[in-house]
């Protein structure tokens, strides 16, 4: 009896390493979405600002452009999110005939969210500590229940360092409804389906630009933010589970073509600052989905010599460096004085914020989430990581 019992472990563990998908490389793309989110809140988007400091103006400019375009690192979340969760889903019906729903909310329940409720925990702590820090218990029920972002489109941002987990909301949306529909449907049904929420979003967004929405109604509205996350299902279903065989040259023009997207999106269109155009929205929020994905695509190849990059792991302990990313700033401005006072010292206090934004995220890796990680390889039916 006990003897069956480990030839059927084993065996499904030989399924699972069968058909494990692993790239490497996309998480370095994780490490730089994070990167361009971290540098969106870390420095002035104003080129007057980097002027005070010496900087001359057309690299003033260069600056704040590349602020306000580390705002769209949320999308290539999304875009990367939305890819390999399909990706995964399509293996997993694919090796067993069926998506395992079930299994999948395990998975994502401890993945996501011992960080996520100790971190709003510590958040809602911090108000003895720090009076400025206040969410408000209906702000903090929002959070509680993955509907921070819908809290941020009716009320705005809470004066709190939760604020940036409004994007995990909107990908813990996406993972609640995405699995039973992939269970479903066949690969064209689900094309159909990516590009019906391409349109629900455009017409979301001409609707709110119609009635002069603001922007952080249209910035973390759900309906409004469904580009990245429907280009990233159709990238996984145009792929089928291959890597793209592409030339340096072609690698190098969906990068140049990915950050031109971003580019026009933060700087020309516009769509992250009041007031809001329609077309810009219209515009603006597609090209920064296709440059993310652009820059997906780009990166994906065959090649292992990634695996041992320090990158790499930073890019694996990403969640935790975007959970913190705000309370590093926070204490760098607690410990850096005169940040202003010349360019040496803002940048020590940009890097003083981004050395604890990686410790603890590490921390947090080694002594927070690694334990329920290996939970979570119990069901686990396509392996995504080394080791599950």
């Known amino acids: 009896m006990e003897a069956a019992v480990v030839e059927r472990a084993v065996e499904r563990a030989e399924v699972r390493a069968s058909t494990r998908f692993y790239h490497p490389e996309l998480d370095i793309v994780r490490f730089f979405a994070f990167l361009m989110v971290f540098v969106h809140h870390a420095i002035p988007h104003e080129p007057a600002f980097w002027m005070k400091l010496g900087i001359a103006e057309p690299i003033a400019r260069v600056i704040g452009g590349i602020g306000s375009m580390g705002a769209f690192g949320v999308d290539v979340f999304f875009a990367l999110s939305a890819y390999l969760i399909t990706e995964l889903l399509l293996r997993e019906k694919q090796q067993c005939g069926e998506v395992d729903v079930r299994a999948f909310y395990l998975r994502r329940i401890l993945r996501i969210w011992p960080l996520y409720f100790v971190f709003l925990a510590f958040a809602a702590a911090l108000h003895w500590i720090i009076p400025g820090q206040q969410i408000g218990w209906r702000a903090g029920m929002a959070f509680t229940f993955l509907a921070g972002n819908w809290w941020i489109v009716f009320q705005g941002f809470p004066s709190s360092i939760i604020f940036p987990l409004w994007s995990i909301s909107i990908e813990e949306q996406f993972y609640q409804t995405w699995p039973a529909i992939v269970r479903r449907i066949s690969r064209n049904a689900m094309a159909v389906f990516a590009i019906s929420m391409l349109v629900i979003a455009t017409l979301t967004r001409i609707y709110l630009g119609a009635h002069h929405a603001g922007e952080t109604q249209v910035w973390c509205n759900t309906l409004a933010r469904l580009d990245p996350i429907a280009l990233g299902i159709l990238a996984a279903i145009v792929l089928k589970g291959r890597t793209p065989n592409l030339q340096p040259l072609a690698r190098v023009a969906l990068v140049v073509g990915g950050v031109t997207g971003i580019a026009l999106a933060a700087n020309y269109w516009m769509v992250k600052f009041d007031p809001l155009a329609t077309s810009s929205m219209v515009l603006g929020y597609p090209a920064a989905a296709l440059g993310s994905v652009a820059l997906l695509v780009a990166v ?88 599950g």
Request: charged share 15%; net charge positive; proline share 2%.
């Open 300 to 387: 994906l190849n065959e090649h292992a010599m990634l695996r041992k990059s320090a990158l790499v792991y930073l890019g694996r302990i990403s969640y935790g460096l975007y959970v913190f990313h705000v309370l590093g700033l926070m204490i760098s401005d607690y410990t850096v004085q005169d940040q202003t006072a010349s360019l040496g010292r803002y940048i020590l206090r940009v890097s003083v914020a981004l050395a604890t934004t990686i410790g603890l995220a590490a921390a947090s890796y080694r002594w927070l989430e690694t334990p329920f990680l290996q939970i979570k390889q119990r069901f686990t039916h396509v392996l995504s990581r080394p080791g």
